[in-house]
């Protein structure tokens, strides 16, 4: 057993030189060695995969001298795909390995044939999808980025990655390491790109949440997600995760909530009620920062580095916030009321940006319901033209 762990500790190593330039001094020989060992570290995956003592005792081995590393015991159930991935992209292998490696993608050793959903060939599709998702035309910014394909293609990979961690996790390392896993994966990606992926994979869980919400939600408002850990099972808990994440720094969340637009975070806070008070109370953050200028007739930033947004910009994160749902709505606005009230109650512009800000709202409300109205007796007169016709 002891030559096992030993055996299983050289496949952070055989993953850090596959990234190096020690590559290319590698033949056909070497890289099918590489393979067999790879291959090897999937077998002892597949045989423990059933004994929690043994997966437990494998992952602290992988994981030791190593506190930072992303490598766990579900790791050796993708050594062929890490290792494959990390050649694809290292320029220094030789031509001569790089034909060897790509003809054991198509071809691997010893497969049986039939679809396998973790083999190298699907590897290599994804990769060549991602590929050509990022060479399609970008064309003229759309208002809603989180549907470009290649983001969405991410958050479905990064989605796919977590269901496969979730099922092979245990208890125990759920709650001691998987949030910490879960971190290093995601700021593998760059900002602010990582919020976008995240964002879509936010909502591509609510999208394929609601055909089950149905069942055991215990009255729950159905478009809701608690995010109570302890209950939540499946997609709920990767998405209580990933606003876990999102929450645990305060800067990251700020700036996750400066890069995206008003309308998608609104959406968002409407559907996942972690996110609406932390996001209201960074609203609040920056407004306070504001500063009425009589001689602009209009509120400005009173410090360049602590308002992030300007009066136009929070004006309309809240205006998107009361479009949402009805709880949000009335979130949005009793805690507009309770700052108003706060800052003396005035019903005086300039005097309070929260005085202000309601003011605007409630302008824009009523100026929705008006159209709203017009719109339903157009319609009526309308309609009963026709039947007179």
């Known amino acids: 057993m002891e030559a096992m762990m030993e055996q299983v500790e050289q496949l952070p190593a055989l993953l850090a030189v596959s990234r190096s330039s020690l590559v290319g001094d590698w033949d056909s020989v070497t890289l099918d060695r590489a393979l067999e060992w790879a291959r090897y570290f999937q077998h002892l995956h ?30 050796l159930g993708r050594s062929p795909q890490l290792l494959g991935l990390a050649l694809l992209e290292n320029r220094a292998l030789p031509p001569t390995a790089c034909r060897r490696l790509i003809h054991s993608l198509l071809q691997p050793a010893g497969e049986e044939p039939g679809p396998e959903p973790r083999s190298l060939p699907l590897l290599a599709r994804r990769k060549a999808a991602a590929r050509l998702l990022a060479l399609l035309p970008r064309g003229p910014p759309r208002a809603s980025e989180e549907t470009e394909p290649q983001v969405q293609a991410e958050a479905q990979l990064l989605l796919s990655r977590l269901r496969e961690e979730r099922q092979e996790a245990e208890p125990a390392e759920e709650a001691a390491g ?24 936010l909502l591509l869980l609510l999208g394929q949440g609601r055909g089950t919400e149905g069942a055991g939600s215990g009255g729950r408002d159905e478009d809701s997600i608690d995010g109570n850990q302890e209950s939540a099972t499946g997609d709920e808990y990767i ?71 300007s009066w136009e910009e929070l004006k309309e994160r809240f205006s998107s916030l009361c479009r949402g ?65």
């Not at 003011?359 to 026709?386: A, P, Q």
């Open 46 to 75: 597949d045989r423990f995969r059933t004994r929690p003592q043994l997966r437990e005792a494998l992952g602290r081995r992988l994981r030791q001298g190593q506190p930072s590393s992303l490598l766990g015991f579900p790791a």
């Open 178 to 201: 998987w949030l910490c896993w879960l971190a290093g994966v995601l700021e593998q990606l760059p900002q602010p790109r990582v919020f976008k992926v995240v964002a879509a994979a």
């Open 239 to 309: 998405a209580g995760q990933l606003l876990s994440w999102l929450l645990e720094n305060p800067e990251r969340f700020s700036a996750f909530c400066l890069f995206l637009p008003g309308s998608l975070l609104a959406s968002l806070a409407g559907h996942y009620s972690q996110l609406s008070r932390p996001y209201l109370d960074l609203l609040t953050g920056w407004g306070s920062h504001l500063l009425y200028d009589p001689l602009q007739g209009q509120w400005v930033k009173s410090c360049i580095e602590k308002a992030q947004l």
């Open 325 to 389: 749902s009805l709880q949000l709505r009335g979130q949005t606005q009793a805690a507009l009321k309770h700052l108003k009230a706060r800052d003396g109650d005035f019903k005086v512009c300039g005097l309070s940006v929260w005085t202000d800000l309601l003011m605007e709202v409630e302008e824009t409300e009523e100026s929705s319901r008006t159209l709203i109205r017009e719109c339903k007796s157009n319609m009526r007169t309308f309609l009963k033209s026709s039947k007179s016709v």
